[in-house]
């Protein structure tokens, strides 16, 4: 079964604009550390935020924010103006309690594009 | 102020040939690990190590060895090559202390024709 399900292959924002990408995890485990990712088209991952499923508050960072709804099992990452370097493909990613810590489950990712 | 390195960056194989992706980290990280990102399939864990001298599987192991002799290398061999094997392949470390800080390196292109 996928721990993390991504069902927007694909998205689309004009600059300026907020966008959601969403994110959806599987894990029976209490304690949890859910990610997200960034790749530009150079390659490279970068790490844009992190939540921990004992936060009390939703995590940010800047324009990047984390929509985390425990109950849901969902964790959806927030843009917020949007720039056209934001576009690229964006990685949401889980640990829990069942994999070695350093181990991440990923999912299949959304090409985000921003256009001016 | 070098963090996670690969070896090499692009190299193109035939069937058959082995070779070894090179991983060094300079942070003094207990864990290091190896993905392999595939399109449309995410990153995918293949092997991992949380310390020298201990390795264990990931997802994806087959046609993989790794070992981990010291601290800061994390080399990655394929036996023998094979086109399935084609594929970008990332390397990873962290600190125990703050797991949630995942290093990667700049990834290894490989081509298995």
């Known amino acids: 079964a996928q721990k993390i399900t991504q069902t927007q292959p694909g998205m689309f924002v004009q600059e300026k604009e907020a966008v959601t990408l969403d994110c959806t995890y599987d894990t029976s485990d209490p304690s949890y550390g859910l990610f997200w990712y960034k790749q530009p088209s150079s390659g490279e991952m970068i790490f844009l935020i992190y939540q921990g499923s004992y936060d009390q508050q939703n995590a940010t960072e800047g324009r990047y924010s984390l929509n985390f709804q425990k109950a849901r099992k969902s964790a959806n990452l927030v843009i917020s103006a949007s720039q056209l370097g934001d576009s690229a493909m964006y990685f949401c990613?889980?640990?829990?309690?069942?994999?070695?810590?350093?181990?991440?489950?990923f999912g299949r990712g959304t090409q985000l594009t921003v256009w001016p | 102020n070098a963090g996670v390195t690969q070896t090499p960056k692009f190299q193109v194989l035939k069937t058959g040939q082995s070779m070894t992706l090179q991983c060094a980290q300079d942070m003094n990280h207990e864990y290091m690990s190896w993905y392999r990102q595939d399109p449309g399939m995410g990153l995918r864990l293949i092997h991992y190590?949380?310390?020298?001298?201990?390795?264990d599987q990931g997802e994806v192991p087959n046609g993989y060895n790794v070992s981990r002799s010291t601290t800061e290398d994390f080399p990655l061999r394929l036996l023998s090559a094979a086109p399935s094997q084609t594929s970008v392949y990332f390397c990873?470390?962290?600190?125990?202390?703050?797991?949630?800080?995942?290093?990667f390196g700049e990834g290894s292109r490989l081509t298995v024709l």
């Open positions: 990613a889980m640990r829990d309690r069942g994999s070695t810590l350093g181990r991440l489950y």
């Open positions: 190590s949380v310390g020298a001298g201990i390795t």
């Open positions: 990873a470390s962290s600190y125990y202390r703050s797991p949630e800080e995942l290093f």
